[in-house]
Protein backbone atom coordinates (compact mmCIF):
# COMPACT_ATOMS: atom_id res chain seq x y z
CA UNK A 1 0.00 0.00 0.00
CA UNK A 2 1.36 3.64 -0.25
CA UNK A 3 1.19 6.35 1.69
CA UNK A 4 0.87 9.63 1.39
CA UNK A 5 4.38 10.35 0.07
CA UNK A 6 3.80 7.54 -2.78
CA UNK A 7 6.39 5.42 -0.93
CA UNK A 8 5.38 1.84 -0.16
CA UNK A 9 3.86 0.47 3.59
CA UNK A 10 4.83 -2.74 4.45
CA UNK A 11 2.56 -3.07 7.21
CA UNK A 12 -0.50 -1.96 8.62
CA UNK A 13 -3.90 -2.54 10.10
CA UNK A 14 -6.82 -3.49 7.78
CA UNK A 15 -10.34 -5.00 8.14
CA UNK A 16 -10.80 -8.87 7.75
CA UNK A 17 -14.01 -8.85 4.54
CA UNK A 18 -14.37 -12.37 3.97
CA UNK A 19 -13.39 -15.70 5.37
CA UNK A 20 -13.53 -18.34 2.62
CA UNK A 21 -12.73 -22.22 2.50
CA UNK A 22 -9.53 -23.37 0.94
CA UNK A 23 -10.42 -26.08 -1.00
CA UNK A 24 -8.40 -29.65 0.39
CA UNK A 25 -7.56 -28.05 3.76
CA UNK A 26 -9.13 -28.28 7.04
CA UNK A 27 -7.22 -26.38 9.73
CA UNK A 28 -6.64 -23.40 7.48
CA UNK A 29 -9.00 -20.90 5.52
CA UNK A 30 -8.73 -17.91 3.17
CA UNK A 31 -9.02 -14.67 4.87
CA UNK A 32 -10.18 -11.67 2.65
CA UNK A 33 -8.62 -8.16 2.53
CA UNK A 34 -9.90 -6.23 0.09
CA UNK A 35 -7.98 -7.71 -3.20
CA UNK A 36 -5.44 -9.90 -1.09
CA UNK A 37 -6.16 -13.32 0.44
CA UNK A 38 -4.01 -14.85 2.70
CA UNK A 39 -3.69 -18.42 4.70
CA UNK A 40 -4.61 -18.16 8.38
CA UNK A 41 -5.31 -20.68 10.88
CA UNK A 42 -9.12 -21.60 11.31
CA UNK A 43 -10.95 -19.47 13.61
CA UNK A 44 -8.95 -16.99 13.87
CA UNK A 45 -10.69 -14.42 12.32
CA UNK A 46 -14.17 -13.94 11.33
CA UNK A 47 -15.59 -10.53 9.10
CA UNK A 48 -15.25 -7.76 10.58
CA UNK A 49 -12.03 -8.16 13.26
CA UNK A 50 -9.07 -6.01 12.45
CA UNK A 51 -5.86 -7.79 11.89
CA UNK A 52 -1.88 -6.39 11.01
CA UNK A 53 -1.43 -7.23 7.80
CA UNK A 54 2.60 -7.51 6.00
CA UNK A 55 2.52 -7.24 2.92
CA UNK A 56 4.39 -9.65 0.57
CA UNK A 57 8.03 -9.03 -1.08
CA UNK A 58 8.85 -8.22 2.87
CA UNK A 59 11.23 -9.32 5.75
CA UNK A 60 10.21 -9.35 9.83
CA UNK A 61 12.57 -9.04 12.59
CA UNK A 62 13.70 -12.00 13.55
CA UNK A 63 12.11 -11.96 17.08
CA UNK A 64 8.74 -12.73 18.62
CA UNK A 65 6.33 -12.59 18.11
CA UNK A 66 7.60 -13.47 13.89
CA UNK A 67 9.62 -16.69 15.42
CA UNK A 68 7.22 -18.95 13.00
CA UNK A 69 8.83 -17.69 10.15
CA UNK A 70 12.26 -18.89 10.94
CA UNK A 71 11.90 -21.52 8.23
CA UNK A 72 11.10 -18.96 5.87
CA UNK A 73 14.14 -16.75 6.82
CA UNK A 74 11.49 -14.66 8.30
CA UNK A 75 10.56 -13.02 4.34
CA UNK A 76 7.05 -13.21 3.82
CA UNK A 77 6.16 -14.27 0.18
CA UNK A 78 3.31 -15.22 -2.92
CA UNK A 79 2.87 -18.77 -1.73
CA UNK A 80 0.88 -21.62 -4.02
CA UNK A 81 -0.64 -24.24 -2.64
CA UNK A 82 -2.36 -25.95 -5.69
CA UNK A 83 -4.34 -23.73 -6.69
CA UNK A 84 -4.56 -21.55 -4.41
CA UNK A 85 -2.00 -18.34 -4.05
CA UNK A 86 -1.83 -17.14 -0.43
CA UNK A 87 0.11 -13.37 -0.60
CA UNK A 88 0.84 -11.71 2.68
CA UNK A 89 0.27 -12.24 6.21
CA UNK A 90 -2.20 -11.40 8.37
CA UNK A 91 -1.77 -11.36 12.66
CA UNK A 92 -4.21 -10.88 15.24
CA UNK A 93 -3.63 -7.76 17.28
CA UNK A 94 -3.37 -10.12 20.40
CA UNK A 95 0.24 -11.64 19.01
CA UNK A 96 1.52 -8.26 19.82
CA UNK A 97 0.27 -7.80 23.28
CA UNK A 98 -2.50 -5.78 21.88
CA UNK A 99 -6.57 -5.84 22.28
CA UNK A 100 -8.31 -3.68 20.13
CA UNK A 101 -11.17 -1.32 21.42
CA UNK A 102 -15.09 -1.33 20.19
CA UNK A 103 -14.39 2.64 18.98
CA UNK A 104 -11.52 1.07 16.69
CA UNK A 105 -10.77 4.42 14.59
CA UNK A 106 -10.54 7.98 15.79
CA UNK A 107 -9.75 10.78 13.62
CA UNK A 108 -7.92 8.24 10.76
CA UNK A 109 -5.86 6.46 13.39
CA UNK A 110 -6.22 3.30 15.09
CA UNK A 111 -5.96 2.94 18.82
CA UNK A 112 -5.12 -0.22 20.66
CA UNK A 113 -4.60 -1.32 24.54
CA UNK A 114 -2.30 -3.64 25.50
CA UNK A 115 -2.26 -5.81 27.91
CA UNK A 116 -1.69 -3.33 30.58
CA UNK A 117 -4.59 -1.03 29.12
CA UNK A 118 -1.95 1.58 28.33
CA UNK A 119 -3.21 3.48 24.98
CA UNK A 120 -1.04 3.16 21.98
CA UNK A 121 -1.31 4.87 18.53
CA UNK A 122 0.78 2.60 16.36
CA UNK A 123 2.76 3.76 12.94
CA UNK A 124 3.20 7.35 11.94
CA UNK A 125 0.29 8.49 10.07
CA UNK A 126 -2.91 6.54 9.76
CA UNK A 127 -2.74 2.64 9.89
CA UNK A 128 0.95 2.16 8.82
CA UNK A 129 3.45 0.32 10.84
CA UNK A 130 6.28 -0.38 8.79
CA UNK A 131 8.79 1.43 11.00
CA UNK A 132 7.42 0.59 14.14
CA UNK A 133 7.00 -3.31 14.00
CA UNK A 134 10.55 -2.74 11.88
CA UNK A 135 9.15 -4.24 8.81
CA UNK A 136 11.99 -3.91 5.55
CA UNK A 137 12.15 -5.48 2.07
CA UNK A 138 13.03 -9.40 1.77
CA UNK A 139 16.07 -8.32 -0.02
CA UNK A 140 19.00 -6.47 0.68
CA UNK A 141 18.64 -5.08 -3.26
CA UNK A 142 15.34 -3.82 -2.75
CA UNK A 143 16.32 -1.89 0.88
CA UNK A 144 18.72 0.03 -0.86
CA UNK A 145 16.54 0.60 -4.02
CA UNK A 146 12.80 1.11 -2.81
CA UNK A 147 13.23 2.15 1.19
CA UNK A 148 12.37 5.79 1.93
CA UNK A 149 15.43 8.13 2.20
CA UNK A 150 16.54 9.42 5.50
CA UNK A 151 13.48 11.49 6.99
CA UNK A 152 14.10 15.33 6.70
CA UNK A 153 15.51 15.85 10.56
CA UNK A 154 18.79 13.88 9.96
CA UNK A 155 18.71 15.58 6.18
CA UNK A 156 19.49 18.37 7.67
CA UNK A 157 21.54 17.76 10.40
CA UNK A 158 23.60 16.62 7.53
CA UNK A 159 23.81 19.22 6.08
CA UNK A 160 25.17 21.21 8.91
CA UNK A 161 27.32 19.01 10.81
CA UNK A 162 29.41 21.19 12.74
CA UNK A 163 26.05 23.52 13.96
CA UNK A 164 24.39 20.10 15.20
CA UNK A 165 27.10 19.20 17.03
CA UNK A 166 27.02 21.81 19.20
CA UNK A 167 25.10 21.31 22.60
CA UNK A 168 22.10 23.58 22.36
CA UNK A 169 21.22 22.14 18.98
CA UNK A 170 21.18 18.97 20.63
CA UNK A 171 19.06 20.13 22.99
CA UNK A 172 16.43 21.91 21.24
CA UNK A 173 16.39 18.37 18.24
CA UNK A 174 14.90 16.39 21.92
CA UNK A 175 11.87 17.45 21.63
CA UNK A 176 8.92 17.54 18.83
CA UNK A 177 8.53 21.76 18.82
CA UNK A 178 12.13 21.96 19.33
CA UNK A 179 13.23 19.72 15.86
CA UNK A 180 10.34 22.22 14.31
CA UNK A 181 12.25 25.80 14.83
CA UNK A 182 15.17 24.34 13.90
CA UNK A 183 14.12 23.17 10.32
CA UNK A 184 12.03 26.33 9.99
CA UNK A 185 15.54 27.81 9.90
CA UNK A 186 18.03 25.39 8.58
CA UNK A 187 16.04 22.90 6.83
CA UNK A 188 15.58 24.28 3.86
CA UNK A 189 17.89 23.29 0.83
CA UNK A 190 17.78 24.30 -2.79
CA UNK A 191 17.75 21.56 -5.25
CA UNK A 192 21.13 20.53 -6.31
CA UNK A 193 22.80 17.37 -7.45
CA UNK A 194 22.73 14.62 -5.42
CA UNK A 195 19.62 15.58 -3.97
CA UNK A 196 15.94 14.41 -4.85
CA UNK A 197 14.05 16.73 -7.60
CA UNK A 198 11.74 18.28 -5.81
CA UNK A 199 9.50 18.47 -9.13
CA UNK A 200 9.75 14.69 -9.88
CA UNK A 201 7.05 12.54 -8.39
CA UNK A 202 8.68 8.54 -7.44
CA UNK A 203 7.82 6.07 -9.42
CA UNK A 204 5.58 3.45 -7.79
CA UNK A 205 2.01 2.03 -9.08
CA UNK A 206 -0.75 1.02 -6.14
CA UNK A 207 -1.59 -2.52 -6.66
CA UNK A 208 -5.24 -3.33 -7.42
CA UNK A 209 -5.67 -5.33 -4.37
CA UNK A 210 -5.16 -2.36 -1.94
CA UNK A 211 -7.93 -0.32 -4.57
CA UNK A 212 -11.39 -2.60 -4.30
CA UNK A 213 -13.37 0.41 -5.24
CA UNK A 214 -12.52 -0.10 -9.39
CA UNK A 215 -14.69 -2.70 -9.27
CA UNK A 216 -17.24 -1.09 -7.93
CA UNK A 217 -17.35 2.40 -8.53
CA UNK A 218 -18.61 3.46 -12.13
CA UNK A 219 -16.05 6.19 -12.39
CA UNK A 220 -13.64 3.52 -12.33
CA UNK A 221 -15.09 0.25 -13.68
CA UNK A 222 -16.95 1.83 -16.83
CA UNK A 223 -13.18 3.68 -17.55
CA UNK A 224 -11.67 2.45 -20.92
CA UNK A 225 -8.37 1.78 -19.73
CA UNK A 226 -4.80 1.73 -21.86
CA UNK A 227 -3.63 -1.30 -20.56
CA UNK A 228 0.69 -1.74 -20.92
CA UNK A 229 2.28 -4.90 -19.80
CA UNK A 230 4.35 -4.39 -16.60
CA UNK A 231 8.42 -5.16 -16.79
CA UNK A 232 10.19 -6.34 -14.38
CA UNK A 233 13.15 -4.43 -13.55
CA UNK A 234 14.09 -1.44 -12.02
CA UNK A 235 12.58 2.06 -11.82
CA UNK A 236 15.28 4.76 -13.57
CA UNK A 237 14.03 8.32 -13.50
CA UNK A 238 15.69 10.90 -16.12
CA UNK A 239 14.47 14.66 -15.30
CA UNK A 240 15.71 17.98 -17.23
CA UNK A 241 14.73 21.62 -15.48
CA UNK A 242 14.98 25.04 -17.19
CA UNK A 243 17.19 27.09 -14.74
CA UNK A 244 18.46 30.31 -14.96
CA UNK A 245 20.03 32.32 -17.48
CA UNK A 246 18.70 29.06 -20.73
CA UNK A 247 21.08 26.48 -18.61
CA UNK A 248 19.22 23.48 -18.45
CA UNK A 249 20.24 21.15 -15.21
CA UNK A 250 19.59 16.96 -15.75
CA UNK A 251 19.12 15.04 -13.29
CA UNK A 252 19.60 10.63 -13.54
CA UNK A 253 17.36 8.78 -10.51
CA UNK A 254 16.58 4.93 -9.15
CA UNK A 255 13.57 5.13 -7.51
CA UNK A 256 15.02 6.89 -4.22
CA UNK A 257 18.59 7.81 -5.12
CA UNK A 258 19.58 10.93 -7.30
CA UNK A 259 22.78 10.21 -8.34
CA UNK A 260 25.52 13.19 -8.36
CA UNK A 261 28.70 12.39 -11.08
CA UNK A 262 29.18 8.71 -10.53
CA UNK A 263 31.35 6.80 -13.42
CA UNK A 264 29.20 4.55 -15.53
CA UNK A 265 31.67 1.39 -14.03
CA UNK A 266 30.42 2.69 -10.26
CA UNK A 267 28.67 -0.09 -8.29
CA UNK A 268 25.32 1.37 -7.89
CA UNK A 269 22.75 -1.60 -6.32
CA UNK A 270 24.21 -3.75 -9.12
CA UNK A 271 27.56 -4.09 -10.24
CA UNK A 272 27.16 -1.05 -12.80
CA UNK A 273 25.54 2.12 -12.89
CA UNK A 274 22.88 0.94 -14.95
CA UNK A 275 20.96 4.16 -15.06
CA UNK A 276 23.83 6.54 -16.16
CA UNK A 277 24.29 3.51 -18.95
CA UNK A 278 20.82 3.52 -19.86
CA UNK A 279 21.01 7.65 -20.17
CA UNK A 280 24.07 6.96 -22.59
CA UNK A 281 22.74 4.30 -24.97
CA UNK A 282 19.40 6.14 -25.62
CA UNK A 283 20.72 9.78 -25.29
CA UNK A 284 18.12 10.46 -22.93
CA UNK A 285 19.93 14.15 -22.33
CA UNK A 286 20.14 15.08 -25.41
CA UNK A 287 15.90 14.00 -25.93
CA UNK A 288 15.00 15.27 -23.37
CA UNK A 289 16.59 18.96 -23.66
CA UNK A 290 15.56 19.04 -27.71
CA UNK A 291 11.88 18.48 -26.52
CA UNK A 292 12.22 21.66 -23.87
CA UNK A 293 13.62 23.57 -26.96
CA UNK A 294 10.52 22.40 -28.65
CA UNK A 295 8.24 23.28 -26.17
CA UNK A 296 8.84 26.58 -24.83
CA UNK A 297 5.78 26.48 -22.07
CA UNK A 298 7.65 24.00 -20.38
CA UNK A 299 9.91 24.42 -17.32
CA UNK A 300 10.48 20.84 -16.98
CA UNK A 301 9.92 17.27 -18.50
CA UNK A 302 10.76 14.20 -17.12
CA UNK A 303 11.22 10.87 -18.13
CA UNK A 304 10.74 7.26 -16.56
CA UNK A 305 10.82 3.91 -17.46
CA UNK A 306 12.04 0.56 -16.83
CA UNK A 307 15.44 -0.83 -16.60
CA UNK A 308 15.74 -4.62 -17.08
CA UNK A 309 18.02 -7.58 -18.55
CA UNK A 310 21.04 -9.52 -17.36
CA UNK A 311 21.42 -9.27 -13.21
CA UNK A 312 18.80 -6.66 -12.78
CA UNK A 313 15.97 -9.21 -11.61
CA UNK A 314 15.79 -13.14 -12.03
CA UNK A 315 13.08 -12.56 -14.84
CA UNK A 316 16.08 -11.40 -17.50
CA UNK A 317 13.65 -11.02 -20.80
CA UNK A 318 16.06 -13.84 -22.87
CA UNK A 319 18.79 -10.94 -23.44
CA UNK A 320 22.44 -11.79 -23.61
CA UNK A 321 25.04 -11.27 -20.92
CA UNK A 322 25.32 -8.07 -19.89
CA UNK A 323 22.85 -6.34 -22.20
CA UNK A 324 20.54 -4.46 -20.23
CA UNK A 325 17.31 -2.21 -21.93
CA UNK A 326 15.19 0.37 -21.28
CA UNK A 327 11.50 0.87 -21.67
CA UNK A 328 9.67 4.11 -20.94
CA UNK A 329 6.17 4.47 -19.01
CA UNK A 330 6.18 7.82 -18.05
CA UNK A 331 6.21 10.93 -19.88
CA UNK A 332 5.55 14.35 -17.86
CA UNK A 333 5.62 17.67 -18.82
CA UNK A 334 5.56 20.30 -16.63
CA UNK A 335 4.82 23.77 -17.45
CA UNK A 336 5.81 27.52 -16.57
CA UNK A 337 2.50 28.35 -15.25
CA UNK A 338 3.12 25.08 -12.69
CA UNK A 339 0.95 22.47 -13.91
CA UNK A 340 2.13 19.22 -14.45
CA UNK A 341 0.49 16.77 -17.87
CA UNK A 342 1.35 12.69 -17.73
CA UNK A 343 1.50 11.96 -21.57
CA UNK A 344 -0.98 9.11 -21.95
CA UNK A 345 0.62 5.35 -23.06
CA UNK A 346 -0.36 6.16 -26.31
CA UNK A 347 1.04 9.95 -26.28
CA UNK A 348 3.93 8.70 -24.76
CA UNK A 349 4.80 5.86 -27.86
CA UNK A 350 3.64 8.48 -30.50
CA UNK A 351 6.03 11.18 -29.15
CA UNK A 352 9.24 8.98 -27.77
CA UNK A 353 8.95 6.81 -31.15
CA UNK A 354 10.87 9.36 -32.97
CA UNK A 355 13.41 9.63 -30.41
CA UNK A 356 14.09 5.86 -30.58
CA UNK A 357 13.07 5.47 -27.17
CA UNK A 358 11.39 2.62 -26.79
CA UNK A 359 8.14 2.34 -24.62
CA UNK A 360 6.53 -0.13 -22.45
CA UNK A 361 4.15 -2.17 -25.08
CA UNK A 362 0.48 -1.72 -25.27
CA UNK A 363 -1.55 -4.54 -24.91
CA UNK A 364 -5.11 -2.53 -24.75
CA UNK A 365 -6.74 0.66 -25.57
CA UNK A 366 -10.44 -0.02 -24.37
CA UNK A 367 -9.57 -2.41 -21.29
CA UNK A 368 -13.23 -2.93 -19.51
CA UNK A 369 -12.51 -3.74 -15.49
CA UNK A 370 -13.78 -7.42 -15.12
CA UNK A 371 -16.14 -8.17 -12.03
CA UNK A 372 -13.88 -8.96 -9.60
CA UNK A 373 -10.28 -8.93 -8.44
CA UNK A 374 -9.67 -12.70 -8.96
CA UNK A 375 -10.48 -12.30 -12.66
CA UNK A 376 -8.51 -9.15 -13.38
CA UNK A 377 -5.38 -11.06 -11.27
CA UNK A 378 -6.03 -14.18 -14.14
CA UNK A 379 -6.05 -11.37 -16.80
CA UNK A 380 -2.25 -10.41 -15.69
CA UNK A 381 -0.98 -13.54 -16.01
CA UNK A 382 0.37 -14.09 -19.73
CA UNK A 383 3.05 -13.95 -22.46
CA UNK A 384 5.45 -11.15 -22.54
CA UNK A 385 5.76 -9.03 -25.81
CA UNK A 386 9.29 -9.06 -25.27
CA UNK A 387 9.98 -12.61 -25.27
CA UNK A 388 6.92 -14.67 -25.22
CA UNK A 389 7.93 -16.01 -22.02
CA UNK A 390 5.77 -15.12 -18.86
CA UNK A 391 4.59 -11.44 -18.40
CA UNK A 392 5.34 -9.93 -14.65
CA UNK A 393 1.59 -8.19 -15.07
CA UNK A 394 -0.52 -5.52 -16.24
CA UNK A 395 -0.29 -1.44 -15.62
CA UNK A 396 -3.60 0.91 -16.11
CA UNK A 397 -3.82 4.13 -16.77
CA UNK A 398 -6.61 6.54 -18.27
CA UNK A 399 -6.37 8.51 -20.99
CA UNK A 400 -5.99 11.36 -19.24
CA UNK A 401 -3.35 10.24 -17.77
CA UNK A 402 -4.35 11.06 -13.84
CA UNK A 403 -5.24 7.82 -13.02
CA UNK A 404 -3.12 4.51 -12.52
CA UNK A 405 -2.67 1.26 -10.90
CA UNK A 406 -1.20 -2.37 -11.94
CA UNK A 407 -2.25 -5.71 -11.37
CA UNK A 408 0.61 -8.11 -10.56
CA UNK A 409 0.86 -11.82 -11.84
CA UNK A 410 0.39 -14.40 -9.04
CA UNK A 411 1.79 -17.02 -11.06
CA UNK A 412 4.83 -14.44 -11.95
CA UNK A 413 5.52 -13.80 -8.30
CA UNK A 414 5.09 -17.63 -7.21
CA UNK A 415 7.63 -18.45 -9.93
CA UNK A 416 10.15 -15.64 -9.66
CA UNK A 417 9.64 -14.07 -6.31
CA UNK A 418 8.31 -16.54 -4.45
Known sequence: MLNAKKERELAYVVKVDAIEPIEGKDRVEA???????????????????????????????????????????????????????????????????????????????????????????????????????GITYATASDNRRKAPSVDKYKKMAQRHPELFKKDWARWMMKREWGKKVMFLFFGKAKDKKGGWPSWVVKTDEERVQNMP????????????????????????????????FGKKEFYICSRN??????????????????????AEKYNIKDVLSTILKEMPELKFVTLQGETY??????????????????????????????????????????????????CVPILSEMFKMPLDCDTLLLQATGDSKLDKEMREGLVFRDRK????????????LAKYHG
Not at 213 to 225: A, H, I, K, S, Y
Not at 259 to 276: A, G
Request: hydrophobic share 35%; aromatic share 16%.
Open 31 to 133: AVVGGWKTMVRKGVFKPGDLGIYIEIDSKTPEKAPFEFLSKYHYKVKTQKFKQFYSQGLLMPPSDFGWTVDSAQFAGGFLFVKDNEGVAHVPGEENMFLTKQL
Open 309 to 358: GDGIQKRTYSVGKGVHNFMAFNLIYGFKDGSTRRLNPCEMTKTLEKYKIP
Open 401 to 412: GERSFKAVSNEF
Open 257 to 278: VCFDTPEKTDKCFYDSNVYIEM
Open 213 to 244: WVFEDPDWRDTDWIATEKIDGTSSTYTMKKGR
